[in-house]
């Protein structure tokens, strides 16, 4: 689950170069949501491999369109991504995305 919790930008990058599609499948952890890898690494990782990831899901977010994949912007994903970075702190980071002043 692009390694979400050893915290290493480098395979994270490598991943995510090598198959754009992973940044949408949803994954069921632990808990009995499915997330997206966003939601995932807005709880457990560090915020430089956040940073990365919020820049390919807003590049390639034409991919939701194009095959249907789950938008990380909408509905119940964003919900457990604005908990998930308030959460952890990570908040400042999701106006830059949605463009709200605090």
Do not use: W
């Not at 966003?38 to 590049?59: G, H, N």
């Not at 095959?67 to 119940?76: A, E, H, Q, V």
């Amino acid at each position: 689950m692009l390694t979400k919790k050893c915290g290493n930008k480098v395979a994270v990058e490598l991943l995510v170069n090598k198959n754009l599609h992973l940044l949408f499948i949803d994954y069921q952890g632990n808990y009995s949501k499915l997330a997206l890898p966003l939601e995932t690494v807005a709880l457990y990782s560090q915020r430089v491999i956040l940073d990365y990831l919020f820049e390919m899901y807003k590049q390639y977010i034409g991919l939701t369109d194009n095959f249907g994949y789950p938008n990380p912007f909408k509905g119940n994903h964003v919900y457990n991504l604005f908990t998930r970075t308030i959460t952890t702190q990570y908040f400042g980071k999701l106006n830059l995305v949605f463009h709200v002043t605090p």
